[in-house]
């Protein structure tokens, strides 16, 4: 197996099991080189806890970049996540375009949004500032909320499958390659993941878990991103990360204590296997 060198950029949540605390063991589990650029550190997250503190480290970003160039230090691939600011994202343009070894392949997760709003950092500018990260990925991971925002379509709670075709073909006109639509059910029993790549369009279906747990977005898009430069297909990368997520979940709803994240290292061990 090839060894890969990816950079994920997104914030540290010191508590709270999300981003970057997700990111890096996953993607390490998958047998990745894994650099990470911290966004932003935060006590914790920002959904159920109050009072956190945000240090933002995007005038870090010239610096750090500038450093590595020198250094001759290029990845094999990036992963952005939730960014610091919008003045932060023309950085993180700069730096896939500059540090990729041929062919990098640029995937970004635009962790912005859920169940129909923003999260409470950003803002429209942000929103529009993110669309135009998303017009130059190879592959974008939106929920649906996140969708409509980037798209400016109204947010449905019900939705048929014209709804989502028209979603994805608006997501596609931004200019990235591949979309990778989470989040996306038709019954009252069942989520799944809607993939557009190359004009086909995909969908895996698994069981909807009636809790919702936090964290889920980045442990999702860390194990697609792990299975993607592990060597597997979009779809089947999609299918590989619905999975585990789902028992990443059944493995959290049983502790109430644990409203914060979702227990995956227990799991982390099995994720060379799913990936052979
Ligand atoms: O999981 C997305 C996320 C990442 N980082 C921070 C967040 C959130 C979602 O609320 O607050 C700081």
């Known amino acids: 197996m090839t060894y890969s060198r990816v950079l994920t950029i997104q914030d540290i949540s010191c508590v709270g099991q999300c981003s970057l605390t997700v990111a890096l063991p ?14 932003a550190v935060l006590s914790t997250h920002t959904a159920g806890f109050t009072g956190f503190t945000v240090r933002d480290l995007t005038d870090d970003m010239p610096a750090v970049k500038e450093h590595w160039l ?33 062919d990098a392949p640029k995937i970004v997760d635009p962790a912005m949004a859920d169940a129909g709003k923003l999260y409470p950092a950003f803002d429209m500018e942000f929103v529009k500032k993110m669309a135009e990260l998303c017009s130059q990925a190879d592959i974008i991971l939106p929920n649906i909320t996140e969708a409509c925002f ?26 990235c390659r591949t979309v990778v639509l989470t989040g996306v059910g038709y019954s ?14 995909t969908y895996y279906e698994h069981k909807r ?30 299918r590989i990360a619905a999975d585990f997520t789902v028992r990443c979940i059944e493995n959290t709803i049983d502790d109430a204590s644990h409203w914060y994240g979702v227990k995956f290292e227990p799991l982390l061990a099995d994720l060379p296997s799913k990936l052979a």
Do not use: W
């Open 26 to 39: 996953i993607l390490s589990a998958c047998g990745l080189e894994t650099v990470i650029l911290p966004s």
């Open 70 to 102: 020198k250094e001759g230090i290029r990845f094999d691939a990036f992963y952005t996540g939730y960014l610091g600011s919008t003045r932060q994202i023309d950085y993180v343009l700069d730096i896939m375009n500059t540090l990729g070894r041929e």
């Open 209 to 238: 878990i009636a809790k919702s747990c936090h964290g889920t977005g980045d442990v999702y898009a860390s194990v697609f991103v792990g299975a993607l430069i592990s060597g597997r297909s979009v779809p089947e990368a999609a």
């Open 188 to 201: 009252p029993d069942k989520l799944g993941v809607t993939v557009s790549e190359s004009g086909k369009v």
């Open 150 to 175: 980037l798209t400016g379509t109204d947010y449905r709670e019900e939705y048929d499958r014209d709804y989502i075709e028209a979603l994805l073909n608006k997501l596609l006109k931004l200019g």
